[in-house]
């Protein structure tokens, strides 16, 4: 973003970046670009002067800067999404060389380590474009809605502690409870498709990180009355059968996040509570 | 309470969403705006834990008012005492409450949740998720948040910019009635009405630049509210976090929670000693806060331990390879512990800087990360009102007080957390109250989660409130709110008419490098030394700046998703906040918390034992600022040393050493 | 919207999405049962042209492949006349085949495959279930076809399969002629050996995504385990059925026609069994010497 000056007693706040890092040179950033949705789609290259520490966020926030491609046409800033810009918020997910991922975690001495280098960066394929690389995931948030994904407490007075936990469990729902909802899992996930209309959502597959956080909220003691909602919620149309087993998902979770343990664990609370239903009615 | 009386929350924080359950589940609707979804609120990267008083410290002599106790000493008296005896009060069902909502606090073998130590105390009273509490907190908030939004009590507009906010009458009279936002894809600009509207907007970290906020936290928000004629108070008090990763586009921080579990911070004894760390032998190494502050040693508060990194690297020269960094080691602990307890940070630690830290020291420096400061807000006192402020409070004294609540708010009082402008609140890290001049590590969640707690509560009576019930905002008439709107078009307007398609943009008027340039100055002037001289020249770079951005001069003329507008405008406020800053820094010639000045490097309570009001002046463009008595009767202000070797001995606060 | 609001979880939705988690579970289970257990005694049978020798009881002197045969062609018999009730378990075959195809085609057109683009060994398989299916059930009705019914046009040489002459017949449509290799043999062959691999890769992999399905193998490590499993058995079932065609491939089908006929001729002894004189076969001129 900024020169490192020399500290001073003045200065107190210009930092050294890690050695280590490469040196500074020039990375293309080849960009799928969409100025909004029912828009063309066109691709534009910019040239980015890189320091020494650079990762995608600083990169795009120097084409925001100085909007000029390649080809030395003036252009507009390109538009993104981004927040905590460390890996914990999920915003900036984008594919990048062909892959989902964040972008601010997306280390150019890492992903781009030779002067002249390119980076491809794509918006996320199974949302809804808004711009640039910026896409709507509501439909994940939707999904949260659907799976009660909420432990049904009696609201927020003080009403005492929350049951007792094992380690073990509290790290099991740790692990779970840690997914952003930054949508990687989807985006590899061949059973999760592009669906623009929010009337098909609740049909279509619901995908890795709600099966996962029904799976959390279903381990916890006051979680569980919402249980059989949840399984009946994921028992039908775009629920937990229809994963392909592909298991792209839990190698594309930034969190490392055991979705496919999750899709078993649903899978087998399905097959319980289905069996049971059926004979108690309940 | 009228069919039609609403909410307004804007932030989607611990704070927002806190708030945005409580005043849902009194049965009044919320619309609650945020600039992202709002489970990707800066909230999410708090790290370490929460503070609150429990059963295991309590048997050590430790309480909710010795907390209390550390929190005004930590703050170095500058906060409100009153609401921090209240939250620390409430600490503890702040977390039972957190535990029903199934936040996955670490538990320890049997079961109950386990506790860590934090800066500013010698007790373990610190409750922690990982190393990403506060993303487990928010979490908890958002699922909550949800639960509401399924029932149709909270309506969130995510992706919208608050713009302004809608106020009516004047001077004392003066009450906010809705707000002014703007969808951030659509572009559409629209009023919108509410009977009360809470601001949890967080800091201004990125006024600075490089810091450890996420990129949303521009302070604009509460720089909006500050030139709408909310008072803004304490904005020099800003928290430079001792340990983070300098990167190209942040800092990263690595939590205090790493000296809580054992961490310790050194560099080589000798100058220049280029060896690597694993070669250093244990006496050629220097832990200069454990020598320096033998009781608290590397879990002093924040602005002290910024301070002393600072000197050693920057007025010493003695950083790890000469550079600006030392050593925050962590490598002689266990490493599946650290996983467990700190994984969090681990992960992020290897993932930007590519070392594993449980095998390499992980090498720091401190950087922005905490606005102590911030809008201006009341309260009324609770029950507990001593004859004379209590002195020094020492673990295992009887706590002159017990923990009801009550004791330091009254509870449900319409104007706790409230500004100046009747309706307008401000929670969470938008309001100045709870920190003082320095937040102790882990006091942030709780205060951001206690005032959406305690003052939703004071939200719901103030729309049930006589005012309220004679004029509901729904009854107000269109023009009221056409004004603000008018006014936040013609803006853009004036952003959208810049827009230039061709030729190179001259630095001077770039949007992006007037922001970029104001982060480098104000990281220079404002944050761990300040000097006279410096603050001058900052003041006026700023103002060099703020000139410069009158002609700014846009790069993008869409009217949809228009993010360069966003950031753009914000850029303008940020001005105006950074400016407060620097005139704040310069009026208060003394040195407290985070605030040190070179030339004043004293406490003056004399002079200074105040909250700086900042008053902003439409007319003039000027910043009003004005001191404001500090009710200090819970607590005799004392000296802060925190048990410092060379302290004067009289000064020096002993530190009991913990069974 | 509101259209698909109110056909939320009424009537308003198809059959298939109102029993949707039964009909997944039926098709995962069929795939196991009767399918993939048809799919073991099947290849098991055919392999047994190779290993047939060692356990029947094929007379003195006889070749390993004439003991395969002849262990072969009473393993045929006994299924056509040792079973109970083999039309029924036929029909519940055929109808479980056609649900498990037919549900399969619906079910694979909701996925993407992406391998190329996230190129693990799981997605490969996930994008090779989905054509192994779509393949497999195209060999699936060519082999019941010709076999079967005796769609011999659909054989380059023309060959019936006789479940009384059951080796010499099916070695002369794998080989394309009772005189040796053709050309269409050769891809005959070849269309089974991909078939027949597909199948059982179809199986072994189903059986693997299964347990995960029925929440049988929750665990990565349970994963991998019964992943080890299900290889084990597909391995194995895959050289049962490789070294089926390849036994059938080397098979002379005169000569396990003479066994096939000496068998005939005993049991015809013993029961009332009509000796047919020849093979139900088409006769091309030249080409097979009557006995």
Known sequence: MVADNTPSADNAQETSTPEGSGRARKVRFRIKRCEGPGKPVYWQTFAVQTEPGANIISCLQKIAEHPVTVEGERTTPVTWDSGCLEEVCGACTMVINGRVRQSCSALIDRIAPNDGDEVVLEPMSKFPVIRDLWVDRQRMFEALKKIDAWVPIDGTYSLGAGPKESPETQATRYVLSTCMSCGCCLEACPQYLKEEDPAKWDSSFIGAAALSQARLFNLHETGKQGRKDRLDALMGPGGVSECGNAQNCVKVCPKHIPLTESIAAIGRAVTVHSIAKWFTGK | ?659 | MSEAKSSDKGSGQSFLARHHFLFRRLHSLTGIVPIGVFLIAHLTTNSSILWGKFAGHAPEGSSVLQGGAHYFQEEVHWIHNGIPHLLLIEITLWVSIAFHAGLGFIYAKTGRSNATRYAYQDNWRYTLQRWSGYIGIIFIFYHVATLRWGWTFLIPGGTKWDHNFASSTLAAALQGSYDGFTMGGLLVSALYFIGVTLLVFHFANGLWTAAISWGITVSEQAQKRWGAVCLVLGAGLMVAGWSSIVGFLLLDPAEAEEVERMLLKERGTESAVIVPDAPARIETAGSVEQP
């Open chain 2, 1 to 659: 309470m009228s069919a039609e009386n609403r909410v307004i929350v804007v932030g989607g924080g611990l704070a927002g969403l806190a708030a945005a359950v409580r005043v849902a589940e009194a049965g009044l609707p919320v619309d609650l705006f945020s600039l992202v979804p709002v489970k990707r609120s800066h909230s999410v990267c708090a790290q370490g834990g929460i503070n609150a008083c429990n059963e295991v410290a309590r048997q050590q002599g430790y309480s909710e008012y010795q907390h209390f106790d550390e929190t005004i000493y930590g703050g170095d008296y500058l906060a409100d005492q009153h609401p921090v005896l209240e939250m620390a009060n409430w600490a503890p069902k702040v977390i039972d409450l957190l535990d029903r909502m199934g936040v996955p606090f670490n538990r320890t073998s049997e079961g109950n949740r386990d506790l860590r130590l934090f800066g500013g105390s010698l007790f373990k009273r610190t409750h922690f998720a990982g190393a990403t509490t506060g993303q487990q907190l928010l979490y908890a908030l958002d699922e909550q948040t949800r639960r509401y939004e399924a029932e149709g009590l909270v309506k969130k507009y995510e992706f919208w910019e608050f713009l302004w906010p809608v106020t009516e009458g004047e001077g004392e009279g003066r009450r906010c009635v809705g707000i002014v936002a703007q969808d951030m894809r659509t572009m559409q600009i629209r009023p919108f009405r509410a009977d009360a509207v809470v601001m949890a907007t967080g800091g201004c970290g990125l006024v600075f630049g490089k810091s450890t906020n996420s990129i949303i936290c521009n302070g604009g928000a509460a720089a909006r509210c500050y030139q709408a004629g909310a008072w803004y108070a304490n904005p020099e008090m800003i928290q430079v976090h001792p340990t983070a990763i300098p990167g190209a586009d942040k800092c990263r921080l690595m939590s205090e929670s790493a000296r809580g579990e054992g961490g310790r911070v050194w560099v080589p004894r000798k100058k220049g000693d280029r060896r690597k760390a694993d070669q250093i032998p244990e006496d050629e190494r220097w832990y200069f806060l454990e020598e320096k502050y033998p009781g608290y040693g590397n879990l002093v508060p924040r602005d002290i331990a910024t301070r002393e990194i600072f000197d050693i690297c920057v007025n010493q020269h003695m950083g790890v390879d000469g550079e600006n960094q030392v050593y925050l080691d962590l490598t002689h602990k266990d490493p599946d512990y650290l996983t467990r307890k700190l994984g969090g940070i681990m992960e992020i630690y290897e993932k930007f800087v590519g070392d594993d830290p449980r095998k390499v020291p992980m090498k720091i420096f401190p950087a922005v990360h905490y606005s102590m400061g911030g809008l201006w807000t009341t309260f009324t006192p609770g029950s507990y009102t001593p004859e004379t402020p209590v002195g020094e409070h020492k673990p295992g004294m009887v706590p002159p007080v017990d923990a009801q609540p009550g004791h330091g708010l009254a509870i449900g009082a319409p104007n706790n957390s409230m500004t100046n402008i009747d309706g307008l609140y401000a929670f969470g890290e938008v309001n100045f109250a709870y920190h003082g001049a320095t937040r102790l590590g882990a006091n942030a969640l709780l205060s951001c989660i206690f005032d959406g707690l305690f003052c939703g509560v004071s939200v719901v009576n103030f729309v049930k409130g006589d005012r309220v019930r004679e004029a509901p905002a729904e009854s107000l008439p269109s023009q009221v709110f056409d004004r603000f709107v008018e006014q936040e078009e013609a803006k853009v307007k004036k952003l959208l008419d810049s827009v230039q398609m061709r030729g190179e943009i001259a630095p001077e008027h770039n949007g992006y490098t007037i922001a970029n340039e104001l982060g480098v100055e104000m990281n220079a002037a404002c944050t761990v030394v300040k000097t006279e001289g410096r603050l001058k020249k900052c003041i006026e770079k700023v103002r060099e700046l703020r000139e410069r951005y009158s002609k700014v001069v846009m790069s993008d003329s869409a009217a949809w998703s228009n993010q360069s507008l966003s950031f753009v405008r914000a850029t303008g406020d940020m001005l105006v906040i950074a400016e407060l800053i620097a005139k704040a820094s310069l009026e208060r010639e003394e040195s407290r918390g985070s605030h040190y000045r070179l030339d004043f490097p004293e406490r003056d309570d004399d002079r200074f034992l105040k909250t700086l009001v900042g008053e902003y002046d439409p007319a003039s463009d000027e910043h009003k600022i004005s001191f404001r008595e500090i009710d200090t009767s819970l607590v005799k202000p004392r000296p802060r040393t925190y048990g410092r070797v060379d302290a004067k001995p009289q000064d020096k606060k002993e530190a009991v050493a913990q069974s």
